[in-house]
């Protein structure tokens, strides 16, 4: 069984940083891709950026390119997510998946590719 804890949410101000963390149990038998998902107050959830457990190619949404990076270190089972230079816009509820199915560009940007779901970090950033 899959298990995901997300940490590193938080409150900033704009143009500041912050590196979430996803640290997984059971990946390494079950699990070949992580996401990154975000979920604004009366918004639906979107994906923010997806990457094979082993690294290698990423996907990110064009709403962070050049801002957010996602990451992982399959030897701590944790996927990570830097971002920089926050905006208001960016404050949500973020949260991390994991997939069974192989990474690939296309399918990782929907909710629906992914098995296991975290219970989500809280993001703020004020202007």
């Known amino acids: 069984q899959v298990q995901l804890v997300e940490s590193g949410g938080g409150l900033v101000q704009a143009g500041n940083s912050l590196k979430l963390s996803c640290e997984a149990s059971?990946?390494?038998?079950?699990?070949?891709?992580v996401g990154w998902f975000r979920q604004a107050p009366g918004k639906q959830r979107e994906i923010v950026a997806a990457i094979s457990w082993r690294g290698g190619p990423t996907m990110t949404a064009s709403s962070v390119e050049g801002r957010f990076t996602i990451s992982t270190d399959n030897v701590k089972n944790t996927a990570y997510l830097q971002m920089n230079n926050l905006t208001p816009a960016d404050t949500a509820v973020y949260y991390c998946?994991?997939?069974?199915?192989?990474?690939?560009?296309?399918?990782?940007?929907?909710?629906?590719?992914?098995?296991?779901w975290g219970r989500g970090t809280q993001v703020t950033v004020s202007s």
């Open positions: 998946a994991a997939s069974k199915g192989s990474f690939d560009t296309r399918n990782s940007a929907y909710s629906s590719f992914y098995d296991y």
């Open positions: 059971g990946v390494s038998s079950a699990s070949s891709a």
